[in-house]
């Protein structure tokens, strides 16, 4: 038995043919909505309830869309049935908009299980797009919030997995079940989002208590790097640290049951990667590949205000975390004077906001001449399992890049040995992914 992810969009009829083929009684789908999807209707949920302006005819309209997207093999009853569903959700969400906006909102739990309709309804979509592609068995489609059980503590999902492992054993293990992902409920009912990407969560979860023999993502617009195939679960964590096409995260259920995790190309027909403990690495050395992120801010704070100074580091960070500026790479040298770290681009006007805040006149007179620069740089790391305890890997790596031509801004490894991540202007990237990605050890 094998999870199935994907995301619903406007190729839903093809998808669901694709996909189709390859269910087996037992297999689970989970699904929720793409991008484009979910900005449509997020749109349509802020003009009521923020700028107080009827969206019943957009939503009417994007019912109509979810109407088109299985294709034209669903017919009689099936087809009926699918469509009472559609308008009955886009009625009950047109409904509680209206209630909506007469109230003023302190967070945002209204609109999160409005996005939950959504996420239903994506579900029961791909359900009658695979009945429409002629799939043999009629899928069972279940709200994930039945499934999952979890609490929320401080913005991030605590699974009870005993609870959860009990309600998914009661699925069906004959025909085909298809999961609305991404939330999961209190045990008093109440809807918990599951955060960021939760139906790529919901679909390791799933994977994990139901004791798959895989988690298989299908993706698009994704092509692994040319030597590697096969991957650990630590490597791809390297890969995906931009979060695409996966989010790192959400890959711990699976990998702490030791399931493999495998990418299907949508484009390709094909499995592009695996992803497992063991992995295979590049025979021929010790880097399983190269990647780059997208573009940078890289901050230098640097002063005497910095020198043996406890806390200084803290404060730095600390006013970051409050204005929601997740940092990337950081990097400080013995001596003190500086520390310089690195966003992304466009959360660096936020970053310099905090610090210039941090650093105000009062700050300045006690901690004398701190001051700050900023470039706008890209970061290039190589990675690998197999670069663990070899000596040289790192002189053979900076000399690629001197040899190159190319100036190296800042670096960092970790202290797990399985990463070297290196700072360089941002023209200077694709000649750094070159050298490096031809470099042999």
């Given at each position: 038995?094998?999870?199935?992810?994907?995301?619903?969009?406007?190729?839903?009829?093809?998808d669901a043919?694709?996909?189709?083929?390859?269910?087996?009684?037992?297999?689970?789908?989970?699904t929720?909505?793409?991008?484009?999807?979910?900005?449509?209707?997020?749109?349509?949920?802020?003009?009521?309830?923020v700028?107080?302006k009827?969206?019943s005819?957009e939503?009417?309209?994007?019912?109509?869309?979810?109407?088109?997207?299985?294709?034209e093999?669903?017919g009689?009853?099936?087809?009926?049935?699918?469509?009472?569903?559609?308008?009955?959700?886009?009625?009950?969400?047109?409904?509680?908009?209206?209630?909506?906006?007469?109230?003023?909102f302190?967070?945002?739990?209204?609109?999160e299980y409005?996005?939950?309709?959504?996420?239903v309804l994506?579900?029961?979509?791909?359900?009658?797009?695979?009945q429409?592609?002629?799939t043999?068995?009629?899928?069972?489609?279940?709200?994930?919030?039945?499934?999952?059980?979890?609490?929320n503590?401080?913005?991030?999902?605590?699974i009870?997995?005993?609870?959860?492992?009990?309600?998914a054993?009661?699925?069906?293990?004959?025909?085909?079940t298809?999961?609305?992902?991404?939330?999961?409920?209190?045990v008093?009912?109440?809807t918990?989002?599951?955060?960021?990407?939760?139906s790529?969560?919901?679909?390791n979860?799933?994977?994990?208590?139901?004791g798959?023999?895989?988690?298989?993502?299908m993706?698009?617009?994704?092509?692994?790097?040319?030597?590697?195939?096969e991957v650990?679960?630590?490597?791809?964590?390297q890969?995906?640290?931009?979060?695409?096409p996966?989010y790192?995260?959400?890959m711990?259920p699976?990998?702490?049951?030791g399931?493999?995790?495998?990418?299907?190309?949508?484009?390709?027909g094909?499995?592009?990667l695996?992803?497992?403990?063991?992995?295979?690495g590049?025979?021929?050395?010790?880097?399983?590949?190269?990647?780059?992120?997208?573009?940078?801010?890289?901050?230098?704070?640097?002063?005497?205000?910095?020198l043996?100074?406890?806390?200084i580091?803290s404060?730095?960070?600390?006013?970051?975390?409050?204005?929601?500026?997740?940092?990337?790479?950081?990097?400080?040298?013995s001596a003190?004077?500086?520390?310089s770290?690195?966003?992304?681009?466009?959360?660096?006007?936020?970053?310099?906001?905090a610090?210039?805040?941090l650093?105000?006149?009062?700050?300045?007179?006690?901690?004398?001449?701190?001051s700050?620069?900023?470039?706008e740089?890209?970061i290039?790391?190589?990675?690998g399992y197999?670069?663990?305890?070899?000596?040289?890997?790192?002189?053979?790596?900076?000399?690629?890049?001197?040899q190159?031509?190319?100036?190296?801004?800042?670096?960092s490894?970790g202290?797990?040995?399985?990463s070297?991540?290196?700072?360089?202007?941002?023209?200077?990237?694709?000649?750094?992914?070159?050298?490096?990605?031809?470099?042999k050890?």
């Open positions: 038995m094998k999870v199935y992810h994907i995301l619903l969009d406007a190729n839903a009829s093809a043919q694709v996909l189709g083929g390859m269910l087996h009684g037992g297999d689970i789908v989970v929720s909505p793409g991008k484009e999807l979910k900005a449509r209707f997020s749109a349509c949920v802020e003009d009521q309830l700028h107080k009827d969206s005819a939503l009417e309209a994007l019912g109509d869309f979810f109407k088109s997207l299985p294709g093999g669903l009689g009853d099936a087809l009926g049935r699918y469509h009472a569903d559609v308008d009955s959700t886009v009625g009950r969400i047109i409904s509680l908009l209206d209630e909506g906006m007469s109230l003023a302190r967070d945002n739990s209204l609109i409005l996005n939950a309709f959504l996420v994506c579900a029961k979509c791909f359900a009658a797009a695979l429409a592609g002629g043999t068995v009629i899928p069972e489609v279940i709200d994930g919030r039945s499934l999952i059980v979890c609490e503590s401080g913005g991030v999902p605590v009870d997995w005993k609870l959860t492992g009990k309600n054993g009661s699925m069906s293990s004959d025909g085909v298809v999961i609305a992902g991404a939330y999961g409920r209190k008093q009912g109440e918990v989002a599951l955060g960021k990407r939760g790529e969560l919901t679909a979860i799933i994977g994990s208590v139901t798959a023999s895989a988690v298989v993502f993706v698009r617009a994704y092509s692994p790097g040319t030597n590697y195939t650990t679960y630590e490597e791809a964590a890969i995906f640290s931009s979060g695409n996966l790192p995260l959400a711990l699976a990998r702490k049951a399931i493999p995790i495998e990418l299907y190309s949508l484009e390709k094909e499995k592009c695996t992803i497992s403990a063991e992995g295979s590049v025979k021929e050395s010790g880097i399983t590949g190269v990647v780059s992120s997208e573009p940078m801010t890289l901050f230098t704070v640097y002063g005497t205000g910095l043996g100074n406890i806390g580091s404060a730095i960070f600390g006013a970051l975390a409050r204005s929601g500026v997740n940092v990337h790479f950081i990097s400080q040298a003190e004077y500086s520390v770290f690195a966003v992304k681009r466009r959360l660096a006007q936020r970053a310099e906001d610090l210039r805040s650093i105000s006149d009062t700050y300045q007179a006690q901690y004398n001449d701190l700050y620069d900023l470039r740089v890209g290039v790391s190589v990675f197999r670069m663990r305890n070899v000596p040289g890997i790192s002189g053979k790596v900076y000399s690629a890049i001197g190159a031509g190319i100036n190296v801004i800042a670096s490894q202290g797990e040995e399985m070297i991540s290196i700072v360089v202007d941002e023209k200077d990237v694709p000649a750094t992914v070159s050298c490096l990605s031809t470099l050890l």
